[in-house]
């Protein structure tokens, strides 16, 4: 019986180290996936606030 209840905690034990570590790996994808977007909107704005005079001044000269 000793042995079970050892067995049963150890498993429980390290379902809870899984646990852990699968919402630690979560958080850091979650926390690169916006970084990522953020990136991605940056540089989409950067471009847009870069060529939009070019393409009115464009378009009034032409």
Known sequence: MCSTRMTSSNYLSDLADLNRKYTQESMKLTI??????????????DVILLWYPFTILTLFLV
Do not use: I, P, Q, S
């Not at 690169?32 to 991605?40: H, I, P, T, Y």
């Open 32 to 45: 690169l996936g916006l970084l990522e977007l953020d990136n991605f909107a940056v540089n989409t704005l």
